[in-house]
Structures are given as structure tokens and as C-alpha cells.
């Protein structure tokens, strides 16, 4: 048996935190580490480093975490309450919201589209909003 520090395998151990494991565990992190090691050196030997400034999407990867399983759950929880309470609204409303809200077309685009003025997309919209706050608030 070897005692290893948790510490030098994994980041999120702050402190020291000696374990006792077998030799072939031992030797399987160690072999790990030294590969994590090496690969950082061929990436520097390379020039493989990345700017995050060339717009390229590799800062937003590099930036965003995987979300956790609980995460996604109430995200999928977060958009059936949503997409449920966008349901509740009359067809009209329902439609100048979802166009000006989530599609992201101006109020001027979809009067045009509709044949109404401006200010009655606005109006329409606005109530379809607040419809939609009372129902999250009742339901939820």
C-alpha cells in the first residue's frame, strides 16, 4: 500500500489529504500526471496556445462550464413553464410575443406583418407579458 496526497491529484482539494491506496492506483495516477505534464509541454513547445480575442468561439468554450445535471433540470422545468404560460395566451397575443420576444423582430416588423400599428403590437405584447406573469405566479 501507498499513501498519496489528494492534494497533488486534484484540484479541488485545498488541504493535505493523505490516503492509503494500492500500489497500482498509485502508479496509475502518477502515469496520469505525468501525461498531464507532458501534453501542457507539447502544447507550449508547439505554439498551440489559442488568443481569445480572434473571435473564433474558443474564449465562450473556454469560459462556459458544462452545467450540472441539476442544472439542465431546471432549465428543462424553466422552459416547460414558459413555453405552458406562452400557451395560456390568446392566439393573437400569443403570436406578437413569441415574434417580438423570443424571434427578436421589432414591434414595426410584425405591425407591418399583421397589418395593425405599432402602438397595438406594443400594447398586445405587453399585456401577453404580464398574462404570462400572473399564470408563472399562480402555477408556480
Known amino acids: 500500500m501507498t499513501t498519496i496526497n489528494l492534494k497533488d491529484f486534484y484540484a479541488w482539494y485545498t488541504h493535505d489529504e493523505y490516503i492509503e491506496v494500492s500500489d ?3 502508479a496509475e495516477l502518477r502515469a496520469d500526471k505525468l501525461y498531464e505534464l507532458a501534453h501542457q ?13 480572434c473571435d473564433d468561439g ?5 469560459c462556459l462550464s458544462e452545467p450540472t445535471p441539476q442544472e439542465l433540470v431546471e432549465r428543462m422545468e424553466r422552459f416547460c413553464a414558459l413555453w405552458n404560460a406562452l400557451n395560456t395566451l390568446p392566439e393573437i397575443q400569443g403570436r406578437r410575443v413569441d415574434a417580438c420576444i423570443i424571434e427578436g423582430k421589432s414591434y414595426r416588423e410584425v405591425a407591418e406583418a399583421e397589418g395593425v400599428s405599432k402602438t397595438s403590437v406594443q400594447e398586445s405584447v405587453k399585456c401577453g407579458l404580464e398574462n404570462m406573469r400572473k399564470y408563472l405566479k399562480k402555477h408556480f
Not at 58 to 62: D, F, G, L, N, R
Request: net charge positive.
Open 24 to 26: 497500482e492506483v498509485a
Open 41 to 53: 509541454r507539447r502544447i507550449v513547445r508547439n505554439k498551440a496556445q489559442y488568443s481569445l480575442d
Open 58 to 62: 474558443i474564449e465562450y468554450s473556454a
